[in-house]
C-alpha cells in the first residue's frame, strides 16, 4: 500500500472517530435536557401539589419520645399512646371514682331499675289508649282508624324518628344531657292532649311524645354498657329487653280497666277529655 493510500486511511479513520465524538456528544446533550425537563416538572408538581412528605414534628418527638411505645414516661397520667398516630389515648385510671363502672352493685341495680322502669312506662303509653277506641272516636266524631292513626300510630312513628337525633347527642353531650330535657318535654306534650278539642291536636302532639319519648327507648342500652363491665351485663339487659315487650301488653288492659270505671282522664288523660 502506497503512502497515499495510508493518509486517506487514516483519514477516514478520524473522520469516523469525529463523528462517533458528535453523536456521543448530541446524545449526552439530549439526555441531560431531559433530564432537566424531568426535574422541571417534578419541581413544577411538587410547587403546586406541595411536599410530598409531611415536615418532621419536632415538638410531637420531644413530647412522644418513641411513639413505638405503649406508654409516654412524660405523662404523670401514664395513658397510652396509639402507636400508630403517637396521640395519648386518654381513658379512665383503675379505680376512677368517675368511672361509672366503678359505683357499687347496689347504685348500679338502683339505676338499671329506675331505666327500667321509664322504659315501661313509655312503651305502656303507646298502647295504653287502645284500651277504648269508640270513646274518642265518639268525642272527636272521627272514625275509629284515625283515633288509631292519631293516637298509636303517629306515637310508634316518633319512636323511629326521635333515635336519629337523640342517640348522636347523647355521644357528643352525654346521656343525662339528653335524657333530662327530653323527657321534661314529653311530659308537657301530654298537657295538650288531655285538653285537646279536636283530631288535628290530639295527632301533632301524640307525634312529639313519640319523638321525645323515643329517647329512653334508645339510650338505656348505651347507659347499661356505661355502668355494666360485659361479663356482669347480661341480666341488667334482661331487665330493659322485657320492659318495650310488657309495657305494650300491659297496657290495653289497664287503659280498658280505667274506662270500664269511666275514669278516662286517669289514661294519662290522652282519651276522651270529657
Not at 483519514?11 to 469525529?18: G, K, L, R
Not at 338499671?112 to 312503651?123: D, N, P, R
Not at 303517629?154 to 352525654?174: K, R, T
Request: charged fraction near 20%.
Amino acid at each position: 500500500m502506497s503512502e497515499k493510500d495510508q493518509e486517506v486511511n487514516q483519514a477516514d479513520s478520524s473522520f469516523e472517530s469525529s463523528s462517533e465524538n458528535i453523536n456521543r456528544y448530541e446524545g449526552t446533550q439530549a439526555h441531560e435536557e431531559g433530564i432537566h425537563k424531568v426535574v422541571s416538572k417534578l419541581e413544577e408538581g411538587a410547587g403546586s401539589l406541595g411536599p410530598l412528605e409531611q415536615p418532621y414534628d419536632l415538638v410531637k418527638v420531644e413530647t412522644h419520645p418513641d411513639p413505638n411505645t405503649t406508654y409516654n414516661p412524660e405523662d404523670p397520667w401514664n395513658y397510652p399512646i396509639d402507636k400508630e398516630t403517637g396521640l395519648r389515648i386518654v381513658e379512665f385510671v383503675q379505680d376512677d371514682k368517675k368511672n361509672p363502672k366503678n359505683m357499687s352493685t347496689a347504685h348500679k341495680w338502683l339505676i338499671t331499675c329506675i331505666l327500667g322502669l321509664i322504659c315501661f312506662i313509655v312503651a305502656l303509653g303507646s298502647a295504653i289508649v287502645t284500651g277504648d277506641i269508640a270513646g274518642p272516636a265518639e268525642y272527636f266524631e272521627v272514625s275509629e282508624e284515625v283515633i288509631i292513626l292519631s293516637e298509636v300510630t303517629v306515637f310508634v312513628i316518633g319512636f323511629g324518628v326521635g333515635p336519629l337525633f337523640v342517640a348522636g347527642l347523647s355521644e357528643e353531650l352525654g346521656r343525662n344531657a339528653v335524657y333530662f330535657p327530653t323527657l321534661v318535654l314529653a311530659v308537657i306534650f301530654v298537657i295538650p292532649c288531655a285538653l285537646a278539642n279536636n283530631i288535628a291536636t290530639m295527632l301533632i302532639c301524640r307525634l312529639l311524645d313519640g319523638i321525645f319519648f323515643s329517647a329512653p327507648m334508645t339510650l338505656i342500652g348505651g347507659s347499661l354498657a356505661d355502668i355494666w363491665d360485659a361479663k356482669d351485663r347480661g341480666k341488667a339487659m334482661s331487665v330493659f329487653s322485657a320492659a318495650p315487650f310488657i309495657g305494650p301488653v300491659m297496657g290495653p288492659i289497664f287503659g280498658g280497666l280505667l274506662d270500664s270505671g269511666k275514669k278516662v282522664k286517669d289514661v294519662i288523660a290522652i282519651r276522651d277529655p270529657t
